[in-house]
C-alpha cells in the first residue's frame, strides 16, 4: 500500500506543479494589442455569422449577378483575414481573443474539470478554426472569381 500512497503524492505534486504552470490571460497592454483583441474579437463573430451563411447556401446560389460575386469574395476575403490571424497567432491574437471572450468571468473559482478541458483546448481549437475558415474564404473567393471573367 506504501508505493500507492507514494504515487498518490508525487502525482498530487506534480499536479500543483501544473497549476502553478498555467499563465492566466494576461490583458492587452497598450493601445495597439487593444485593437488588435477588439477586430479578433469582432472577427471571430463576424466569422461565424459568415461560416453559417456560407453554410446555409449562399454559395450554392447560382446566379450571374455580378453584386452577389463581389459579396462572395468580400466575405472570403474576412474569412482569410480573420483564418490567417488565428492560424498563425499574429502578435498574439488568439490569446487576445481568447482574453475578450473570458475577461467577464469571476477569478480565482475552482472551475470543473470539464471547463477547465476545454479551457485547455481553446487555442488549438482557435488555430484549427483559423485553417478552417482559411480554406472556406479561398473556396468563396475561388468560386465567385469565374463570374466576374
Known sequence: MAPYAKLARLALKAA???KSLVRPLAPPVGRF???LAFAAHRGFTLSIVISA??????LAVDSE???LAWLRIALGLVLILEGLLLATDWRGARRLT?????RHEPGGVQLPLTHRMRRGLASPGLQLLGIVWLGAGILAATIALPTLV
Open 53 to 58: 451563411g456560407l453554410v446555409l447556401g449562399l
Open 16 to 18: 500543483a506543479t501544473r
Open 98 to 102: 481568447l482574453w475578450r471572450m473570458r
Open 65 to 67: 449577378a455580378s453584386w
Open 33 to 35: 494589442q487593444h485593437s
